[in-house]
């Protein structure tokens, strides 16, 4: 038997989830996978991790290359709807699944992507209000002080607010200083960064100076793609903070480089 057929059937009534990891978790963090993957088993879930999962088709669908994701969506959809549910640690991704997939596709497709669409969920929101984490709080302000980064896709397709706030408290201790703007895009946007540079970079700049402002050494949120954008415009402008996805901190993944950082 696969991992993956294995997953279908759970283990000891466990429901199976597909833990999609994305592009950039694959590519440049892989801790945040793992990370992910440790707090999937830890809601004990019968987790499994697809071998042959690429990229979502976000990149292409931002540029309005439909045609090229068309054959992407179809892919990911084949290769995820043998799970209960689909998880994904990023806010922009899992939206691109639930939003955009049953905008692209027509019949059948159309069928299949609302199916998947009504199981997949971003990794704090599946925790906090499907998997009912078991949690053994900890004592308010007894981890780390971070500033929390609500991404624009996540908030504003998902709802994400409220759920990576909760477990950052009730599982490290966390204590949160929030942004004086946090609604507010930090300027990646994707392709934006790429075809405004000097709009994102002040936009940037502005969420970096609200995050010193709030005395936090550490900035956090649910996105790498924003994450990364900010943790490398803060190296260049030698800010003294440290950027940690959301997944790592819930597992006390602390000791290696922050994002942005080592070689």
């Given at each position: 038997?696969?991992?993956?057929q294995?997953?279908?059937?759970?283990?000891?009534?466990?429901?199976?989830?597909?833990?999609?990891?994305?592009?950039?978790?694959?590519?440049?963090?892989p801790?945040?996978?793992?990370?992910?993957?440790?707090?999937?088993r830890?809601?004990?879930?019968?987790?499994?991790?697809?071998?042959?999962?690429?990229?979502?088709?976000?990149?292409?669908?931002?540029?309005?290359?439909?045609?090229?994701?068309?054959p992407?969506?179809?892919?990911?959809?084949?290769?995820?709807?043998?799970?209960?549910?689909?998880?994904?640690?990023?806010g922009?991704?899992?939206?691109?699944?639930?939003?955009?997939?049953?905008?692209?596709?027509?019949?059948?497709?159309?069928?299949?992507?609302?199916?998947?669409a009504?199981?997949?969920?971003?990794?704090?929101?599946?925790?906090?209000?499907?998997?009912?984490?078991?949690?053994?709080?900890?004592?308010?302000?007894?981890?780390?002080?971070?500033?929390?980064?609500?991404?624009?896709?996540?908030?504003r397709?998902?709802?994400?607010?409220?759920?990576?706030?909760k477990?950052?408290?009730?599982?490290?201790?966390?204590?949160?200083?929030?942004?004086?703007?946090?609604?507010?895009?930090?300027?990646?946007?994707?392709?934006?960064?790429?075809?405004?540079?000097?709009?994102?970079?002040?936009?940037?700049?502005?969420?970096?100076?609200?995050?010193?402002?709030t005395g936090?050494?550490?900035?956090?949120?649910?996105?790498?793609?924003?994450?990364?954008?900010?943790?490398?415009?803060?190296?260049?402008?030698?800010?003294?903070?440290?950027?940690?996805?959301?997944?790592?901190?819930?597992?006390?993944?602390?000791?290696?480089?922050?994002?942005?950082?080592?070689d």
């Open positions: 038997m696969t991992e993956t294995h997953a279908h059937h759970g283990t000891r009534g466990k429901p199976s989830v597909a833990l999609f990891v994305t592009c950039l978790a694959d590519l440049l963090r801790s945040v996978g793992e990370a992910s993957l440790r707090l999937l830890h809601a004990r879930t019968a987790v499994s991790v697809p071998p042959q999962q690429t990229c979502c088709g976000q990149p292409a669908y931002n540029s309005g290359d439909y045609d090229a994701v068309r992407l969506a179809k892919q990911v959809i084949a290769m995820l709807e043998y799970a209960d549910y689909v998880v994904l640690p990023s922009s991704c899992a939206g691109m699944i639930c939003e955009h997939y049953p905008r692209l596709l027509e019949g059948e497709w159309r069928d299949r992507a609302l199916q998947l009504a199981k997949t969920y971003e990794l704090t929101t599946f925790l906090v209000e499907v998997a009912g984490l078991e949690i053994q709080a900890q004592a308010p302000g007894s981890g780390p002080t971070v500033a929390y980064h609500d991404s624009c896709a996540g908030l397709e998902l709802d994400i607010r409220e759920q990576p706030r477990l950052l408290r009730e599982l490290c201790g966390a204590d949160i200083r929030e942004l004086q703007q946090r609604d507010v895009c930090c300027g990646f946007g994707g392709t934006f960064c790429a075809k405004m540079p000097e709009i994102s970079a002040k936009m940037a700049d502005d969420k970096l100076n609200d995050v010193l402002a936090a050494p550490i900035l956090t949120g649910g996105d790498l793609g924003c994450l990364l954008s900010l943790a490398g415009r803060a190296r260049r402008l030698d800010m003294d903070i440290e950027v940690r996805h959301v997944a790592e901190l819930l597992v006390g993944d602390t000791d290696g480089p922050a994002i942005g950082e080592g």
